[in-house]
């Protein structure tokens, strides 16, 4: 059974800083794209992160540009997101996904991901 599992979130000051991971089993996603996205309350699904499948090409939503910054070891079968300079804005469920595409690109679309993981909270008060 294929899972992926976040960790890593929780509550920040405003200005702090967080490491998400993102551990998958089941399969090795070392060929595919994996990327970040989150939803905050009330609102739809949206885009973060994502990084291709050796790590060599990575694409960000304006918002978190220059603040994040998506990585991933495929000897773990793991991504990571750093996230620096937190804003109450980033407050959301942070969610991993994984596609089925071999050697896949950094993907920006919900649709073109086939894994997701249940999410972690993070939370940044002002």
């Known amino acids: 059974q294929v899972q992926l599992v976040e960790s890593g979130g929780g509550l920040v000051q405003a200005g702090g800083s967080l490491r998400l991971s993102c551990a998958a089993s089941?399969?090795?996603?070392?060929?595919?794209?994996m990327a970040w996205f989150r939803q905050a309350p009330g609102k739809e699904r949206e885009f973060v992160a994502a990084?291709?499948?050796?790590?060599?090409?990575?694409t960000y939503a304006d918002s978190v540009k220059g603040r994040y910054t998506i990585s991933r070891d495929n000897a773990k079968n793991t991504a990571y997101l750093q996230m620096y300079s937190l804003k109450p804005e980033d407050t959301a469920v942070y969610y991993c996904?994984?596609?089925?595409?071999?050697?896949?690109?950094?993907?920006?679309?919900?649709?073109?991901?086939?894994?997701w993981g249940q999410g972690t909270q993070v939370t940044v008060s002002s």
């Open positions: 990084i291709s499948y050796r790590g060599m090409s990575t």
């Open positions: 996904a994984a596609n089925s595409v071999r050697l896949g690109g950094a993907a920006r679309g919900a649709w073109e991901y086939n894994y």
């Open positions: 089941g399969r090795s996603f070392s060929s595919n794209a």
